[in-house]
């Protein structure tokens, strides 16, 4: 369609407007889509992707907004990526977020959305990697996506990015929470954030243990201390994520890691057309109740369901 390849050129000569639409129509999940990424998948790949990961509250929003902040005084441009569990217009944080990253709009080399996650039907990982691609095409220099870290369809976004920064904060709960969310083993750079409260000494060294308790990494991932609020440190973050590029690139991870993405976009996107072609063939939710009428079991039903998509 002529349409959606106009989108496209306007969303190649950055046009702020055309991006903010395309990612709409990701974010939809529109038919139209596929077209749209067609047109713009070739011209992506040259931005950096950082993914910032932690639990609520650690400060991740506040580091994205000075991160971009220093990658702006180097001239270099800023996409960002926001992606909350909670519905964008309930929830005073994502407001509060809003709010606060809001100081950034005024400058066209910034470009802020949040990633809404309401009503996907496994379609957030998707959503966003089209996303992903869609500020790249747009030629931003570099792609912050922020996420909380819980939940699959989170994890899937944070193990396609180039490099994962796990944010913890002073106290010993947090970090066991990311271990559990089992974010610990990709992290790529450790920031121990709000380094102006006790504790931060003993988190740091914590961590430092269990890296050294854990014999298989390929890369030892730095430990940097900041105070996001402050601006503090920020420097040092952007560092570490330097040397894990760096070693990335090198070592050959780099082109490893984004054949793995590859892989796991096509396999989110199988599940999804899956998914939707069962829905249309069948109407999950009536063969669901009437499988439990009948006391089926899971793997009959799938069977069944898979059958008369097949046929
Ligand atoms: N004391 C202290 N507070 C911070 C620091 N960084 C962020 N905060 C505060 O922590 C709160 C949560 O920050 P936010 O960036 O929204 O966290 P997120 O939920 O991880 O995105 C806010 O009130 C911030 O002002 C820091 O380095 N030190
Ligand atoms: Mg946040």
């Excluded at 990697?129 to 095409?137: N, V, W, Y």
């Excluded at 920020?234 to 892989?263: F, T, Y």
Aim: proline content about 3%; glycine content about 10%; hydrophobic content about 40%.
């Amino acid at each position: 369609m002529q349409e959606i390849a106009t989108l496209a050129e306007k969303v190649r000569s950055g046009q702020t407007r055309a991006v903010a639409r395309a990612i709409s129509l990701v974010e939809n999940r529109h038919p139209d889509r596929r077209q749209l990424i067609g047109e713009l998948y070739r011209h992506a790949g040259g931005a950096r992707v950082i993914g910032i990961t932690g639990p609520p509250g650690a400060g991740k929003s506040t580091l994205v907004d000075r991160l971009a902040r220093a990658l702006r005084e180097r001239n270099l441009t800023v996409g960002i990526l926001a992606i909350d569990p909670t519905s964008p217009f309930s929830g005073g944080a994502l407001l509060g977020d809003r709010v606060r990253m809001q100081k950034l709009y005024t400058d066209s080399g910034i470009f802020i959305r949040s990633m809404a996650t309401r009503g996907a039907m496994g379609g957030l990982a998707p959503a966003t990697h089209d996303a992903i691609d869609i500020l790249d095409a747009a030629g931003f220099d570099w792609i912050l996506v922020e996420t909380v870290g819980v939940g699959q369809d989170e994890v899937d976004v944070v193990r396609s990015v180039d490099s994962v920064l796990l944010v913890s904060v002073p106290g010993l709960g947090d970090d066991i929470q990311a271990i559990k969310a089992g974010i610990m083993e990709i992290a790529d750079v450790f920031v121990v954030n709000k380094a102006d409260r006790q504790g931060v000494d003993r988190t740091v060294r914590d961590l430092e243990v269990m890296l050294a308790m854990a014999t298989d990494l390929e890369w030892t991932p730095g430990i940097v201390k900041c105070v996001a609020s402050r601006g503090e440190g920020i420097e040092d973050v952007l560092e570490a994520v330097e040397a894990h590029r760096q070693w990335a690139n090198e070592s050959g991870i780099l082109g490893r890691r984004r054949k793995e993405q590859l892989r796991l976009r096509v396999e989110n996107l199988l599940k999804e057309q899956v998914l939707r072609r069962a829905d249309e063939v069948c109407n999950l939710n009536r063969e669901i109740e009437s499988a439990w009428e009948q006391r089926l079991d899971p793997y009959e039903i799938a069977t069944r369901i898979f059958e008369r998509i097949e046929s």
